[in-house]
């Protein structure tokens, strides 16, 4: 007894919260119970008496029901008109705030990309990758340094065919050493067995020889290109000094590299510094010796430039090769200028 009680008391309170639930599952009980009994309990007319008592009972239970409905309906309402007004018509203005904080944060970005105006590379594997980066899609490229070696090897066979492959324009502009000026090529030299007189990436030992057949390759390299490549703008400058950086400059970035191989610096395009670098590297090539790269269809040259081809080319354009060169020393160039050695690689 004192179980059923307790049991009572527990469950009196949800009875009072959902009386018309409760009353509906009461009846239902009932109505159960009496469509299970024998309709002889209710006298001679119990068929009748028990037909009407479990179609009463289900009235009384279909309208609790919707009863309850309704008044779940109403409790609801209001939970639903808070949403609405509330979360649902603020979403539109959060998404709003959403964008405006990533075009702020886009921006913040290239702010902070612009306010970095050199950033540091520090391995081969980073170098590579920069240039290669340089070179995806570019239209242009600014170089000046000393001979052009890997200018040669990499950076204009790779550009020149991106170009074709994609048939779009392509600006280039070299500036390498004077190879006819004896003196800046035996100062470059120097400099170069100074820091190591071991033989580079490439093989060989840095000599005043050397050093000429460089610059005189990339001359020649440049006419090869340029008459196999309709889009391709290409011009040449000789300077008569030497400089101990190598510059190069494309469409989204500047990359400044030195004797070490490890070591180099980057700045991404509309930056101050390397709008100042692409200034700078324009007015110096300005000021360099010009090869008339137009007379480019007046020497022709074949896939495999004979010594002849070579020394016309020369002589035609205002820099003719030293009177003590020989036959090998012309194939050594061609060599140089269109299979060149990846000094990094």
């Excluded at 050199?118 to 240039?131: D, F």
């Excluded at 008459?227 to 400058?237: E, I, P, S, T």
């Excluded at 700045?267 to 007379?295: G, K």
């Excluded at 003719?320 to 200028?337: F, Q, W």
Aim: with cysteine; hydrophobic share 40%; proline share 4%.
């Amino acid at each position: 007894m004192g179980r059923l009680k307790a049991a009572l008391r527990r469950t009196a309170p949800w009875a009072a919260r959902n009386a018309d639930g409760a009353i509906a599952l009461a009846l239902a009980f009932v109505v159960g119970v009496l469509g299970i009994m024998p309709p002889e309990i209710f006298g001679s007319e119990g068929d009748k008496i028990q037909t009407q008592l479990v179609n009463s009972s289900s009235l009384v239970i279909m309208a609790l029901v919707a009863t309850a409905l309704l008044r779940d309906r109403a409790r609801q309402a209001p939970v639903e008109r808070t949403i609405t007004s509330g979360a649902l018509a603020e979403l539109p203005i959060r998404l709003a705030r959403l964008e405006e904080i990533e075009t702020l944060a886009h921006s913040t970005r290239h702010a902070l990309d612009a306010l970095q105006l050199v950033r540091v590379l520090g391995s081969r594997q980073e170098i590579a990758q920069c240039h290669a980066e340089a070179r995806r899609d570019t239209t242009r490229w600014l170089f000046k340094g000393g001979t052009g070696t890997y200018l040669r090897a990499v950076t204009l066979p790779q550009c020149v065919a991106a170009a074709r492959r994609d048939k779009r324009h392509l600006t280039v502009r070299v500036e390498v050493i004077d190879p006819s000026d004896l003196e800046v090529c035996e100062t470059y030299a120097h400099y170069r067995r100074s820091l190591s007189d071991t033989p580079d990436g490439t093989g060989e030992t840095w000599t005043t020889d050397r050093v000429r057949k460089e610059s005189y390759a990339t001359v020649l390299a440049a006419f090869w290109h340029r008459q196999r490549y309709g889009l391709l703008d290409v011009g040449v400058g000789l300077s008569a000094t030497m400089t101990t950086f190598r510059w190069d400059l494309s469409s989204s970035r500047l990359i400044m590299t030195v004797e070490d191989p490890n070591k180099a610096m980057t700045a991404l395009a509309d930056t101050f510094y390397y709008e100042n670098c692409d200034t700078e590297l324009r007015l110096s090539f300005e000021q360099a010796r010009r090869v008339p790269l137009e007379m480019y269809r007046k020497v022709p040259l074949s896939d495999e430039p004979t010594t002849e081809e070579v020394q016309e080319l020369f002589e035609r354009v205002g820099l003719p090769l030293p009177k003590s060169y020989n036959g090998h020393d012309v194939v050594d160039i061609a060599r140089k200028a269109l299979r060149a050695v990846d000094p990094y690689a």
